[in-house]
C-alpha cells in the first residue's frame, strides 16, 4: 500500500479547529540484495520494487541490463517493523558483473548520491553514447509535458507528497510514469521498467522530473541512454556539466510557457 490514513488536526489562524483524516505517503525502506550480499537500502514509496531494484542496479552499473538477473523474489524484513515486504533478493547469473556499487548501506528519500562512499566512485561510465542520437523537439512540445505528468500523479494528487518521473517518446506521448518519496527512486523505477520491457537504450526519448534536475537524475538518465532530461525546478551546475560533457539536453524550469536550455541546445527547435 503507497497510501495511509491518519486523523489530523487542522487550524486556521482565526481560531478555527477540524479534526480531518489525510492521506499521506507511505515511506518505507528497502534493501537490495545482490547473489545474497546487501546492495543498499533506499527509502522508498512501495510499489514497483522490482523496477526500482533493476533500475538501481543499471544505473549504478552493477547489471548491464535486465538479461543478467536470472531471479528477483521479495522476502520480509525481519526487524523492518512493518506489515509488507522490504527486501528484494537479485540473483544475477554468470558473467554478470557481480560486485556492487560502493555505497553505504543506507539512502535517503531525498537523495541518492550522498549514499556514495566517496566522491571518485560518483561518475559511472554509461555504455550508451546519446551525443549523436537524432532527437529533436520543439518548445511547444516540451511546455506540453508537466501537463500530462500532473494529470497522470495519482497518488500525488491523493497526498501531496510524491515526485515523479515521466518518460515520454519522440512524440510527446507518455510512455511510462513512475512516483516515489525518492526522485532519484522514481527514475530508476522508470529505468527498471524500461529494461525489463527490453527498451534500453531509450534512443529519442525524454524524461521529466517533477522537482530539480540533480547530477544524480542526469547520470541516471545516461546509464538509460536518454538524451534529453527536463525538470519543472532548477538543474545544479554539476548536472548541467555532466550533461554538456556528454552531448545530452538538460532543460530546466519547465513551466507554462517558458523554460531554460542548459545544455544540448541544438536538440530544441527554434525559429
Known amino acids: ?18 479534526w480531518r483524516t489525510d492521506d499521506l505517503s507511505v515511506e ?72 556492487p556499487a560502493h555505497r553505504n548501506f543506507y539512502t535517503t528519500s531525498s537523495c541518492g548520491v550522498c549514499g556514495k562512499a566517496s566522491i571518485d566512485a560518483v561518475r559511472t561510465a554509461s555504455q550508451y553514447s546519446v551525443r549523436e542520437d537524432p532527437l529533436t523537439v520543439t518548445p511547444a512540445l516540451l511546455a506540453s509535458l508537466p501537463g500530462k505528468l500532473r494529470g497522470a ?42 529494461a525489463t520491457q527490453q527498451l534500453l537504450p531509450l534512443r529519442s526519448h ?17 546509464m538509460a541512454g536518454i538524451p534529453l532530461l527536463a525538470a519543472v525546478s532548477a538543474p545544479s551546475s554539476l548536472a548541467v556539466d555532466l550533461a554538456g560533457e556528454a552531448g545530452m539536453t538538460l532543460v530546466g524550469f519547465l513551466r507554462g510557457e517558458q523554460m531554460n536550455v542548459y545544455a544540448g541546445h541544438d536538440r530544441v527547435q527554434r525559429g
Open 1 to 18: 500500500m503507497s497510501v495511509r490514513n491518519r486523523r489530523v488536526l487542522q487550524l486556521h489562524v482565526r481560531g478555527d479547529m477540524t
Open 28 to 99: 518505507e525502506p528497502l534493501e537490495i540484495r545482490v547473489n545474497g550480499q546487501a546492495a543498499s537500502v533506499t527509502m522508498r514509496t512501495p510499489g514497483a520494487d522490482f523496477d526500482l531494484a533493476v533500475g538501481f542496479l543499471i544505473t549504478e552499473g552493477v547489471i548491464a541490463g535486465a538479461g543478467d538477473i536470472v531471479h528477483m523474489r521479495m522476502c520480509p524484513q525481519a526487524d523492518a517493523g512493518s506489515d509488507g515486504l522490504n527486501v528484494v533478493e537479485v540473483s544475477l547469473g554468470e558473467g554478470a558483473l557481480t560486485a
Open 153 to 194: 500523479q495519482a497518488m500525488f494528487a491523493r497526498t501531496g507528497g510524491l515526485h515523479a518521473a515521466a518518460l515520454f517518446n519522440s512524440a510527446g506521448e507518455l510512455v511510462c510514469l513512475r512516483e516515489d518519496v525518492g526522485r532519484h527512486n522514481a527514475f530508476d523505477k522508470v529505468i527498471g521498467w524500461a
Open 206 to 222: 525524454l524524461i521529466l522530473a517533477s522537482g530539480r534536475a540533480s547530477f544524480e537524475l542526469t547520470q541516471k538518465a545516461l
